[in-house]
């Protein structure tokens, strides 16, 4: 795993083919290496990516090139996804994250869904899925504390895990760390990441108000039962300014490498991973004097040997949804796709909108939703031109990851909640937020509309 992080960062700053190579095997014997992990969805996974090889090589002829670029893609995400990972491991040893995280959980009801959401939503920037591990049992524990009635408890732990569950899913749409902008700004020119997010951070806050005043209303009758006696939390305000602090440096030091090296966004996260992972453990142990540096290296090793491991059935499922989507896209004629845009010409905003919400059947297949953002990327790179402005199609492509993420009971988001809380995933996703799914997507098509100034 640390073989093909350095590999492909050298590949990315110097263009030679002989560390692309490198990456590319350290990432094949990955996948021989992680046999042991292999489960149903993997194997399943596997069966279509040798379905689709044989089908692109058999029946449609395709050039040595275009596996070729489909591994790289896998490779690429996987390597990425590594290097995330560093991120989250460290952020998993930190106490400002269990700070901030307690604070949240411990907020009045009619604050908590706001809370809850912006806060799992910033903080999934540095900490990923972890902070779903995070905040699930701190959620159950302040639920045990209340010591309310059965019925009346549900109801409350329902209303924090929705708000913690979408909280997580719209962070995709603009988080510099997410996976969805990394697939797309890698297959669609023209993309700029910064407009994307600032777009992005519209969309989410036209979300989080329609979502608030939908929770607000479903539980209307559960505010009045409420004990007005709870106690006051004071706000973690050191706390607060670490994990600030982290979210800038992690911004700083990306944008100056990616100015420095005259290279996109993605490039400078690359770089800024181990950087950043490497000063907040010095900072943690900032106050051991002169042990402090090899208490640091001692903890890096450890979440280079011991936890990055833990992410070896995640790597597997990303980077063969990668491929598939990747190969898949191949096979779609881009001449009939094109056709059929100019002879279905629809406005802007209805075209985004329709982008955003065709992702949503595909994910109850059980189909990952960065193979669809690759499989969409790809055909959209492809177009001669694009029948939209490429920030915003990208945008369209990562909101209808978001929607996904709320919808399907096989998103690795749902699953997880379900894993660690006990509820069904068809109740957490179909029961729970089909409604919202729904206002979000309205919602989503008024933003476009706005966007694209009514075209």
């Known amino acids: 795993m640390i073989l093909l992080m350095l590999m492909t960062l050298l590949s990315r ?8 190579i490198a990456s590319d095997a350290s990432a094949a014997m990955l996948y021989f290496l992680c046999w042991r992990l292999i489960k149903w969805r993997e194997v399943y996974l596997l069966s279509v990516c040798a379905g689709l090889s044989a089908l692109a090589y058999f029946v449609f002829d395709m050039p040595f090139a275009v596996y070729e670029a489909a591994f790289a893609q896998a490779s690429f995400l996987m390597a990425f996804l590594l290097l995330l990972a560093l991120l989250h491991e460290t952020a998993m040893t930190s106490p400002t ?4 995280g307690h604070y949240l959980t411990k907020q009045p009801p009619k604050q908590r869904y706001l809370a809850i959401f912006s806060g799992t939503n910033l903080m999934s920037v540095l900490f990923n899925l972890g902070i ?8 159950k524990k302040g639920l045990e504390d209340e010591k309310a009635e059965p019925a009346i408890t549900a109801l409350r732990e329902r209303r924090q895990l929705t708000a913690m569950l979408r909280g997580f899913a719209w962070g995709v749409v603009w988080s510099p760390t997410a996976m969805a902008p990394l697939a797309v700004m890698e297959l669609i020119d023209g993309i700029s990441r910064e407009l994307w997010t600032v777009y992005g951070l519209v969309c989410t806050g036209a979300v989080l108000c329609v979502g608030w005043m939908e929770d607000i209303w479903r539980f209307r009758k559960l505010q009045r039962t409420a004990p007005a006696n709870r106690a006051h939390i004071a706000f973690p305000k050191a706390a607060f300014l ?44 900032w106050d051991k004097g002169q042990a402090a540096i090899s208490a640091t290296m001692h903890q890096a090793w450890h979440i280079c040997h011991n936890q990055l491991p833990h992410n070896g059935r995640i790597i597997f499922a990303l980077s063969a949804s990668g491929y598939i989507g990747k190969i898949s896209a191949e096979m779609v004629p881009i001449e009939f796709v094109a056709m059929l845009i100019d002879r279905f010409a629809m406005p802007d905003f209805l075209f985004l909108t329709l982008m955003s919400f065709i992702m949503v059947p595909f994910s109850f297949l059980g189909v990952s939703p960065i193979m669809m953002a690759v499989f969409f990327g790809s055909i959209l ?42 509820t069904r995933p068809s109740k957490l996703a179909l029961g729970w ?3 919202f799914s729904a206002l979000a997507l309205a919602t989503l098509s008024v933003v476009f509309f706005i966007l694209t100034g009514g075209q």
């Open 433 to 435: 937020n089909t409604g």
């Open 132 to 139: 779903v591990s995070l905040l699930t049992p701190l959620i």
């Open 242 to 285: 670490r994990f600030m602090l982290v979210l800038v440096s992690l911004f700083s030091v990306t944008m100056t490498v990616s100015i420095l090296a005259d290279d996109t966004i993605v490039f400078g996260l690359l770089v800024a991973c181990p950087l950043i992972m490497l000063g907040w453990l010095i900072a943690q142990n």
């Open 381 to 422: 790179g492809a177009l001669p031109v694009l029948p939209v402005d490429p920030t915003l199609a990208a945008l369209a492509i990562s909101s209808g990851w978001a929607l996904s993420m709320t919808t399907s009971p096989f998103a690795t988001l749902v699953l997880l909640i379900s894993n660690l809380n006990g």
């Open 97 to 100: 994250i269990s700070e901030c």
């Open 13 to 20: 700053a110097t263009d030679l083919g002989y560390f692309e």
